[in-house]
């Protein structure tokens, strides 16, 4: 369907909309609302419009899940561990979903290793079949498709390096080969 999907956010609600038509007089339709705890974000429209992948957070992790845009057919993607974030998903052209994940379960070293690092896995459709496709000591985040099917993220690079706010911009094929700044 035709409209601008977003997330929106207040004290009282955290949800999914879809604005349409995209003019003046359009009007605001939630999809999908959090509920009390949670947070909704992330949304990553499939490419045929008729479905969606956005995370989800509740009282204890972060979850990908996918819906179509008419709020039918909510199911959750990741299929991790209860004390495993997933989120930051897309899909892939080759059907397949890449997401960010703490499966990798190390830590950022200037805290001590006390917050996970994020780094890119994939997965079937249906959640099954993660593979990890980086390997990093520091986050890899915002993963999206470019129009050739490799993958564009940054890097958070900050290990020996003077300040640790360097985000490097990275593309690699879609099987994690190829990795190059």
């Not at 498709?145 to 890097?155: E, I, K, P, S």
């Amino acid at each position: 369907p035709e409209g601008v999907y977003g997330f929106t956010t207040s004290a009282a609600t955290n949800e999914i909309a879809m604005f349409s038509p995209v003019r003046p007089d359009g009007k605001l339709a939630t999809i999908f609302a959090a509920g009390r705890p949670g947070l909704v974000a992330d949304v990553d429209l499939h490419w045929d419009a008729g479905r969606f992948l956005f995370t989800k957070a509740d009282a204890t992790n972060w979850k990908v899940f996918e819906m179509r845009p008419d709020g039918s057919g909510l199911r959750q993607v990741s299929q991790m561990p209860d004390d495993v974030d997933s989120f930051d998903a897309c899909y892939l052209p080759n059907g397949k979903i890449l997401y960010d994940s703490t499966a990798c379960f190390h830590g950022v070293p200037c805290v001590g290793g006390g917050d996970l690092v994020g780094n890119l896995f994939t997965s079937d459709a249906d959640g099954k079949n993660v593979r990890q496709i980086c390997f990093d000591q520091d986050h890899n985040w915002c993963p999206t498709v470019l129009n050739d099917g490799r993958l564009l993220y940054t890097r958070w690079e900050y290990s020996d390096l003077p300040h640790y706010f360097s985000r490097h911009l990275f593309h690699m094929n879609p099987d994690g080969t190829n990795q190059t700044e």
